[in-house]
Every structure is written in structure tokens, then in C-alpha cells.
């Protein structure tokens, strides 16, 4: 593979990676209402689920994502409606305060497994990560060159970026959470967080390919 290939490759990730979408805003919530250790959880099962729709497209079976209208209206839905039901629970939370070391510690008794999936469907129905590995990654793809290690480089670069603004930006929320988690901030935090979850799922619903 050509360094200039990988470059602008590169670049692109960067841009698709650094810019905040619900995964990012998922995580954030998890950082700040559970603790950091969640919010890894959570990352990780958003990172296995764009990885997956760039496998697809890689082997060609993204086609069928990016061509079905069926699929892809399935998907969309399907991530609209946790995003809303995410926000809608936030909104209407009766919690006004928490007790930071308290809920911090609750995240070794929140299920690892549900942490992974709700980033995972949040991941999976990512309208930019579908039209980005569906429609501009196979560009990157030389057919004259063997093909699983441009598929590895490939991989690699976006796991790594992909993760590490995920982490970064939970980390930010986790630091923060001193601060909005003060008595009374925690009602504010869940109304902002659940506006933006409402919203996002709506948004998400009224995208097309």
C-alpha cells in the first residue's frame, strides 16, 4: 500500500472519528452516570459494531446494505428508537443528585454485557459510519494488492482512532462529572442528555442513504 493511500485515509478517519455523534454522546453519558470503567464497556461494543460494517463492505456484502432499501430502513429504525428510548428514560429521570463514589461504584454492578450492547446498536445504526464504509472506504481499496493486508492496515488504523476518541471523550465526561453531579446538577444533566438523545434518534429517523 502506498503511504499517500494510507494518508488520506487516515485523514478521512480522523474527521469521521473526531467528530461527536451518539456513540460519543452515549459514552459521555456512561463516563459521567456510571463511571469510566462503563463507558469502556460501551466503547468497545461501538467499535465492534462499525468494524463489522466495514468487514461487510470490505467483502462486498455492504453492497447489499447500501443498495437495500429494506435493510437499511430496518437499521435506522431500529437505532432511532433505542436512541429515543435512551433519551426519554434520561429525560424522565427522578434523580436530582448522586453520590459520586456511590454510582461510580454501581458500574461494577451494571452488567458489562448491557454496556457493550447498547453501544454496539448505537454503533450499528450509525448513519455516517454506513455511508462512509459503503460508499468512500471501498475507494481506498487497490484491487492489484493483496487485499487482507490492506484490509488489516485498514482496520487497524480506524479501531485505533475510533476507540481512542471514544475514550477521550469519556474521559472528559468522567473528569467532569465531580462538577455536574453536584446536588441538584444531576436533574439539568439528565434533561440536556436526554434532549440530545431525543433528538438524535429523531434526526436519525429522518435520514435517507
Not at 487482507?148 to 462529572?177: N, P
Not at 453536584?182 to 435517507?208: E, H, M, P, Y
Request: positive net charge; aromatic residues 14%.
Amino acid at each position: 500500500m502506498h503511504f499517500e493511500i494510507w494518508l488520506y485515509y487516515f485523514l478521512a478517519v480522523l474527521v469521521l472519528t473526531a467528530s461527536p455523534g451518539p456513540s460519543v454522546l452515549l459514552c459521555v453519558t456512561k463516563a459521567v452516570t456510571h463511571g469510566f470503567r462503563a463507558s469502556v464497556f460501551t466503547a468497545l461494543g461501538s467499535l465492534t459494531a462499525i468494524v463489522g460494517v466495514m468487514t461487510l463492505s470490505f467483502t462486498g456484502l455492504g453492497v447489499v446494505l447500501a443498495s437495500s432499501e429494506m435493510v437499511f430502513t430496518a437499521i435506522k429504525w431500529v437505532g432511532a428508537a433505542y436512541l429515543i428510548y435512551l433519551g426519554y428514560k434520561a429525560f424522565t429521570s427522578k434523580v436530582t443528585s448522586y453520590e459520586l463514589s456511590k454510582e461510580k461504584g454501581s458500574s461494577k454492578n451494571k452488567s458489562a454485557v448491557a454496556l457493550y450492547v447498547s453501544g454496539f446498536i448505537v454503533g450499528a445504526s450509525n448513519p455516517k459510519a454506513i455511508v462512509f464504509f459503503t460508499a468512500l472506504f471501498p475507494q481506498f481499496i487497490n484491487q492489484q494488492e493483496p487485499l487482507l493486508s490492506q484490509y488489516l492496515i485498514f482496520a487497524v488504523t480506524f479501531a485505533v482512532m475510533e476507540l481512542s476518541w471514544l475514550i477521550i471523550y469519556a474521559y472528559l465526561g468522567s473528569r467532569s462529572s465531580k462538577w455536574l453531579l453536584q446536588d441538584g446538577r444531576a436533574k439539568l444533566f439528565n434533561r440536556i442528555t436526554g434532549g440530545v438523545l431525543i433528538s438524535s434518534g429523531i434526526a436519525l429517523s429522518a435520514s435517507n442513504r
